[in-house]
């Protein structure tokens, strides 16, 4: 690739999706074996990720979270992941990681809470339901592993609830039928970066959800250069090669090391 053009000054600000956790052996959303793609008897998936589903059948969408937060335990950070931790070192301030994976590796394989804003949420946390408070808990680790179509026994469900209140405790992600914020997703933030940055580089997306295309639109609109990882095209790969910018067909470790190095990481 040609060398990134990206002004020494500049912020530089990763967008990363699904296809970066893919090469650590967790399924993507929308591919072939994706959670989106995979039903149940009982249920097509998207219907169990809304605050709908959740407030008729909270232990159905319970045990689905705790079957997938039992994938991302088991998974490890990938090569892609321990670059973007040394990214952050090399770039400083200039550094920020905006994530829509909830698998929470990113921060595993080193990034900090700080520089890493997870605007889908984190699956390894909870919240309350009735919103008594907006404080975020880990899910307390007896809950253990679940497996996909199992149910909880009566003894986890007992321990999900809110350690303030003792009310229902929900899942901390962002469901279909919710709107992003700022306090809890970074929302505003979010799109600030992207209106700052000299470079935007999108790691493993298919494009599907508001504030990041908000953000690649935003960053391509002000002239920023706009980069797209992925092997399979799509809009951000357009509006990348609309703008200026780059799609690299690869694979997000590939790709990363060549955005890497166009940054000056040797
Ligand atoms: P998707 O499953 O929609 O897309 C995954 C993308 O990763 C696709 O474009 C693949 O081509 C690409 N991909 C697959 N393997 C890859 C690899 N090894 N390297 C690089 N790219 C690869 O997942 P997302 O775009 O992340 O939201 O989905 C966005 C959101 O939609 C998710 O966060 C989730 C979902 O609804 C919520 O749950 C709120």
């Keep these: 690739m040609q060398k990134l053009r990206i002004a020494n000054s500049k912020p530089v600000v990763f967008l990363t999706g699904a296809g970066i956790s893919a090469e650590s052996h967790i399924p993507t959303f929308r591919g072939e074996e994706g959670y989106w793609t995979v039903g149940s008897k009982h249920y097509h998936p ?48 200039r ?37 008594c408070c907006t404080d975020l808990f880990p899910i307390p680790l007896e ?26 405790a929900r899942p901390h992600v962002l469901w279909f039928d919710e709107c992003y914020d700022e306090q809890i997703f970074r929302f505003h933030s979010s799109l600030k970066a992207a209106m700052k940055c ?33 092997p399979e095209g799509g809009p951000y790969a357009r509006m990348a090669q609309a703008g200026g910018g780059f799609w690299l067909r690869e694979k997000a470790g590939t790709g990363l090391q060549k955005v890497a190095e166009g940054l000056g990481l040797t």
């Design 46 to 93: 998207t219907e169990l990720a809304t605050r709908q589903a959740f407030s008729e059948l909270p232990m159905d969408v319970w045990a689905w979270y705790l079957f997938r937060r039992t994938v991302c335990r088991r998974a490890e950070p990938n090569p892609g992941h321990l670059l973007l931790a040394r990214l952050e070192k090399h770039l400083g301030e």
């Design 95 to 131: 550094f920020l990681l905006v994530t829509q994976n909830v698998d929470g590796l990113h921060l595993r394989a080193g990034n900090s809470l700080e520089k890493t804003y997870q605007v889908h949420g984190n699956i390894d946390f909870m919240r309350c339901w009735k919103e």
């Design 143 to 168: 809950i253990g592993d679940l497996e996909r179509g199992e149910a909880l026994s009566e003894e986890q469900k007992a321990i999900l609830v809110c350690p303030k209140c003792q009310g229902l």
């Design 198 to 230: 000299g470079a935007l580089i999108s790691i493993g997306s298919s494009g599907s959800t508001n504030l990041p295309t908000q953000m690649v639109t935003q960053a391509s609109a002000r002239g920023a250069v706009v980069v797209d990882i992925n």
